[in-house]
């Protein structure tokens, strides 16, 4: 299957105006309308007639990519396409694209329910939220869709009953309108696994929730599989439901999911912290369950035809939900390996019709993005072209567009200039004469591969790899291992996310094997070859990407190679150095951000991991912890309790970041007040601050610290100043620990990547 690029529609039909001429490169947009009329467009809509031709066989499609591939604007695309209401500006829409030229029958034909589950933000969700925020975002879908075609039906709290009253609706209105022809109905689930992704990153009592309740989706199901199946006379599912004890237990014998088997579906499981907690039906479950039903319906419905087309990460979320084997998961044929994501021709077109790159810079701008960008291969082998992240392209032409300073960055990296640039120093005029790699001239410019948007996942894949190295036995050099094998039977069977850190092998694969599946899905391996016995693939070969080599992978490892220390050693031993030791590991980590937050979220995702390997639950860390409920409501940042013997160490963080200090103020020339921004950045330099000195660095007048000594005000505040209200502020809060046999205090001042670790309480 071939997919032309396509980034200004030719051929229009009589009476249509032309588009304009003047292109942007939209990377934060995910509109089909608005990429048509204002944007470069990769031509992609041949996909629609591969899932057309095929519609008798697969009506339920399912399409997984890394984040920021394109999986939303291909959504968008369908919905223009199929929706019956379009029909007047589908040729404007869609004329010059090469599905235009091959119409399909089912062009303007269906109602479209678009459940844009991507538009749910990240959060620290609870189970109870997550799955409310999917009913809620399903639900609203739902009212858009019964207001746009004019429906009548009941939006209930649950998503699947309001989707069921929705086709009920669309069968109501074909019998009953006679202007109304279109009988068929197309579902859009896009990014479906947002909010499994997310609460896979909480505490551990919320994902071993979460586990609980999938797991009573999953027993539920086969208990009503056997039940099914046993009702038609097949033997062996009778022998089965008599005999499984695992299923037994499940549908008889679990008192946590009796209550939710028999048809209630909120009953009570025991958390981590041995608390009885609600238990929840999955709604992504309940979704799907609802589409498989309906689907095989539909006709008593009185419509025409079901179709669904989903997009997301990976397919463990899928897995979990467990019901919806009519889906058939495309990801990994090579005939859609090339649907989402840039060829080299896309590439070199679009930097063609850019506006700022000239002839000569072209071909080495293209090279340069092949570097970095070019190393995406899904299931495919050697056999189908690499592509470019497509966002990350996207995103370097819009700069290079409307940037001067990253196209004056951009000349300079690539040695010749861009149109409206500054003039070339005479370092890069000797580049271009030397004819050296563009690559080895400098480090590209933060815009350039900003990953803000492109690893929104990547702490996930970073936090079960921490929890998994605490308890392996192989390294991260196998991990990494450049054509490392993966069985290719793995992807037939979608593991769920309990079995990700099972010390036990599931369907015969290994659990580092599951791993690498997992960051294939997220963009971080990707595949290079595949071995074949007998013309069947039997496995995959995978190595790094590119980008996640040049500025993932390899910190990565480096970061999560250590199992993660036990918090009993600031228990044990609470001194100056080890609460420091321990505190500057979390700089280390998967953490990018160096302030309270940052050091916060480390040591809790730090605590996680050690608690998963250790299965102890006398130690406790908690940060960001509330103090009291009155009117002055204090907080810690760090807490670490030992119940049993009771003690308590209690940290307070500062951060003050380098745009903070008031370079203005300090004596010395300008190469001194350098070496010094040098040492705060934790770079080389020829000066070496001593504690007394960095406390004596002068902070600007718009810096209001949380607290300061009674009597001092806001002016000339040196960085001592912050360190004593910190003081004053954690011996407040110390009063609130009065009764605790042995107590100590420290107060971690980091001025930008400069730490200063002061003791306020020691036993």
């Given at each position: 299957?071939?997919?032309?690029?396509?980034?200004?529609?030719?051929?229009?039909?009589?009476?249509?105006?032309?588009?304009?001429?003047?292109?942007?490169?939209?990377?934060?947009?995910?509109?089909?309308?608005?990429?048509?009329?204002?944007?470069?467009?990769?031509?992609?809509?041949?996909?629609?007639?591969?899932?057309?031709?095929?519609?008798?066989?697969?009506?339920?499609?399912?399409?997984?990519?890394?984040?920021?591939?394109?999986?939303?604007?291909?959504?968008?695309?369908?919905?223009?396409?199929?929706?019956?209401?379009?029909?007047?500006?589908?040729?404007?829409?869609?004329?010059?694209?090469?599905?235009?030229?091959?119409?399909?029958?089912?062009?303007?034909?269906?109602?479209?329910?678009?459940?844009?589950?991507?538009?749910?933000?990240?959060?620290?969700?609870?189970?109870?939220?997550?799955?409310?925020?999917?009913?809620?975002?399903v639900n609203l879908a739902l009212q858009r869709f019964r207001k746009k075609y004019g429906l009548s039906f009941e939006v209930v709290h649950d998503c699947a009953t309001t989707l069921e009253n929705a086709v009920?609706?669309?069968?109501?209105?074909?019998?009953?309108?006679?202007?109304?022809?279109?009988?068929?109905?197309?579902?859009?689930?896009?990014?479906?696994?947002?909010?499994?992704?997310?609460?896979?990153?909480?505490?551990?009592?919320?994902?071993?929730?979460?586990?609980?309740?999938?797991?009573?989706?999953?027993?539920?199901?086969?208990?009503?599989?056997?039940?099914?199946?046993?009702?038609?006379?097949?033997?062996?599912?009778?022998?089965?439901?008599?005999?499984?004890?695992?299923?037994?237990?499940?549908?008889?014998?679990?008192?946590?999911?009796?209550?939710?088997?028999?048809?209630?579906?909120?009953?009570?499981?025991?958390?981590a912290d041995g608390k009885a907690q609600p238990l929840f039906v999955s709604p992504i479950r309940r979704l799907y369950s609802a589409i498989k039903e309906l689907s095989a319906n539909r006709l008593k419905l009185?419509?025409?035809?079901?179709?669904?087309?989903?997009?997301?990460?990976?397919?463990?979320?899928?897995?979990?939900?467990?019901?919806?084997?009519?889906?058939?998961?495309?990801?990994?044929?090579?005939?859609?390996?090339?649907?989402?994501?840039?060829?080299?021709?896309?590439?070199?077109?679009?930097?063609?019709?850019?506006?700022?790159?000239?002839?000569?810079?072209?071909?080495?701008?293209?090279?340069?993005?092949?570097?970095?960008?070019?190393?995406?291969?899904?299931?495919?082998?050697?056999?189908?072209?690499?592509?470019?992240?497509?966002?990350?392209?996207?995103?370097?032409?819009?700069?290079?567009?409307?940037?001067?300073?990253?196209?004056?960055?951009?000349?300079?990296?690539?040695?010749?200039?861009?149109?409206?640039?500054?003039?070339?120093?005479?370092?890069?005029?000797?580049?271009?004469?030397?004819?050296?790699?563009?690559?080895?001239?400098?480090?590209?410019?933060?815009?350039?591969?900003?990953?803000?948007?492109?690893?929104?996942?990547?702490?996930?894949?970073?936090?079960?790899?921490?929890?998994?190295?605490?308890?392996?036995?192989?390294?991260?050099?196998?991990?990494?291992?450049?054509?490392?094998?993966?069985?290719?039977?793995?992807?037939?069977?979608?593991?769920?996310?309990?079995?990700?850190?099972?010390?036990?092998?599931?369907?015969?694969?290994?659990?580092?094997?599951?791993?690498?599946?997992?960051?294939?899905?997220?963009?971080?391996?990707?595949?290079?070859?595949?071995?074949?016995?007998?013309?069947?693939?039997?496995?995959?070969?995978?190595?790094?990407?590119?980008?996640?080599?040049?500025?993932?992978?390899?910190?990565?490892?480096?970061?999560?190679?250590?199992?993660?220390?036990?918090?009993?050693?600031?228990?044990?031993?609470?001194?100056?150095?080890?609460?420091?030791?321990?505190?500057?590991?979390?700089?280390?980590?998967?953490?990018?951000?160096?302030?309270?937050?940052?050091?916060?979220?480390?040591?809790?995702?730090?605590?996680?991991?050690?608690?998963?390997?250790?299965?102890?639950?006398?130690?406790?860390?908690?940060?960001?912890?509330?103090?009291?409920?009155?009117?002055?409501?204090?907080?810690?940042?760090?807490?670490?309790?030992?119940?049993?013997?009771?003690?308590?160490?209690?940290?307070?963080?500062?951060?003050?970041?380098?745009?903070?200090?008031?370079?203005?103020?300090?004596?010395?020339?300008?190469?001194?007040?350098?070496?010094?921004?040098?040492?705060?950045?934790?770079?080389?330099?020829?000066?070496?601050?001593?504690?007394?000195a960095l406390l004596s660095l002068p902070l600007v007048d718009k810096y209001v610290p949380h607290k300061l000594v009674d009597g001092r005000g806001l002016t000339n505040l040196l960085v001592s100043d912050v360190?004593?209200?910190?003081?004053?502020?954690?011996?407040?809060?110390?009063?609130?620990?009065?009764?605790?046999?042995?107590?100590?205090?420290?107060?971690?001042?980091?001025?930008?990547?400069?730490?200063?670790?002061?003791?306020?309480?020691?036993?």
């Amino acid at each position: 299957m071939g997919f032309v690029p396509s980034f200004l529609p030719t051929g229009l039909a009589p009476g249509l105006e032309p588009l304009p001429r003047k292109l942007r490169f939209l990377h934060n947009d995910c509109d089909f309308r608005t990429f048509r009329f204002h944007s470069f467009f990769k031509d992609n809509s041949l996909f629609i007639r591969y899932m057309d031709d095929r519609l008798l066989e697969r009506p339920h499609v399912v399409l997984l990519r890394p984040p920021r591939f394109g999986k939303s604007l291909m959504c968008s695309m369908l919905a223009a396409y199929y929706d019956f209401l379009g029909k007047e500006s589908f040729d404007e829409l869609f004329c010059g694209l090469g599905i235009h030229r091959q119409l399909t029958d089912e062009a303007s034909q269906c109602y479209v329910i678009e459940m844009q589950l991507s538009k749910i933000p990240q959060g620290a969700w609870s189970v109870e939220g997550a799955f409310d925020a999917v009913d809620q975002c399903v639900n609203l879908a739902l009212q858009r869709f019964r207001k746009k075609y004019g429906l009548s039906f009941e939006v209930v709290h649950d998503c699947a009953t309001t989707l069921e009253n929705a086709v009920t609706a669309v069968g109501q209105a074909t019998h009953n309108d006679e202007y109304v022809s279109s009988n068929k109905m197309f579902i859009i689930i896009d990014e479906y696994d947002r909010v499994a992704n997310s609460i896979m990153s909480q505490e551990a009592s919320v994902v071993g929730l979460y586990h609980a309740v999938v797991k009573k989706d999953r027993d539920t199901a086969r208990v009503l599989a056997d039940e099914e199946t046993a009702v038609q006379g097949d033997d062996k599912s009778v022998a089965a439901s008599q005999g499984d004890d695992k299923i037994v237990t499940a549908a008889q014998g679990d008192d946590n999911n009796v209550t939710a088997a028999e048809g209630d579906d909120r009953g009570t499981v025991d958390a981590a912290d041995g608390k009885a907690q609600p238990l929840f039906v999955s709604p992504i479950r309940r979704l799907y369950s609802a589409i498989k039903e309906l689907s095989a319906n539909r006709l008593k419905l009185n419509v025409q035809s079901i179709r669904s087309f989903t997009t997301g990460i990976s397919p463990v979320a899928l897995a979990d939900a467990s019901l919806f084997n009519v889906g058939t998961n495309i990801t990994a044929l090579p005939e859609v390996s090339a649907v989402l994501g840039f060829t080299a021709a896309d590439v070199e077109a679009a930097i063609e019709v850019s506006t700022v790159v000239p002839e000569p810079c072209r071909k080495p701008l293209l090279e340069l993005m092949r570097g970095w960008f070019n190393d995406y291969r899904f299931f495919t082998g050697k056999d189908q072209p690499s592509l470019f992240h497509p966002m990350l392209c996207m995103m370097t032409l819009s700069n290079a567009q409307i940037d001067m300073s990253f196209r004056n960055d951009l000349s300079k990296i690539l040695g010749m200039r861009l149109l409206d640039c500054d003039a070339l120093s005479a370092e890069c005029v000797d580049v271009v004469e030397d004819g050296r790699d563009v690559e080895s001239t400098q480090p590209l410019p933060p815009a350039f591969v900003d990953l803000s948007n492109v690893t929104v996942h990547s702490d996930l894949v970073a936090l079960l790899a921490r929890r998994w190295a605490a308890v392996s036995s192989f390294t991260y050099e196998e991990l990494f291992a450049v054509d490392a094998v993966l069985p290719a039977q793995l992807l037939s069977v979608a593991f769920k996310h309990s079995e990700l850190l099972s010390p036990s092998d599931v369907h015969d694969c290994r659990r580092l094997d599951r791993l690498r599946l997992l960051m294939v899905y997220h963009g971080l391996l990707t595949c290079c070859g595949v071995v074949k016995v007998k013309g069947v693939v039997a496995s995959y070969l995978l190595r790094p990407t590119n980008l996640s080599t040049r500025l993932f992978v390899r910190p990565l490892r480096t970061q999560l190679a250590a199992a993660p220390e036990s918090p009993q050693v600031l228990l044990d031993s609470p001194t100056t150095a080890t609460v420091a030791s321990y505190l500057q590991q979390m700089t280390k980590s998967s953490v990018r951000r160096l302030n309270e937050y940052g050091y916060q979220q480390g040591v809790l995702k730090w605590y996680e991991s050690w608690l998963t390997s250790s299965g102890r639950s006398d130690i406790t860390v908690t940060a960001e912890c509330k103090l009291n409920e009155e009117d002055a409501v204090r907080y810690s940042d760090i807490v670490v309790r030992d119940s049993i013997r009771d003690r308590v160490v209690v940290v307070e963080l500062k951060h003050i970041p380098l745009s903070m200090i008031d370079v203005a103020k300090w004596v010395g020339g300008s190469r001194r007040k350098t070496a010094v921004l040098n040492f705060l950045r934790g770079k080389l330099s020829s000066v070496t601050l001593t504690d007394e000195a960095l406390l004596s660095l002068p902070l600007v007048d718009k810096y209001v610290p949380h607290k300061l000594v009674d009597g001092r005000g806001l002016t000339n505040l040196l960085v001592s100043d912050v360190l004593d209200g910190a003081i004053v502020q954690l011996k407040e809060q110390l009063e609130l620990y009065r009764e605790v046999k042995t107590l100590s205090a420290f107060v971690l001042l980091q001025v930008h990547r400069r730490s200063v670790m002061f003791p306020v309480l020691r036993p």
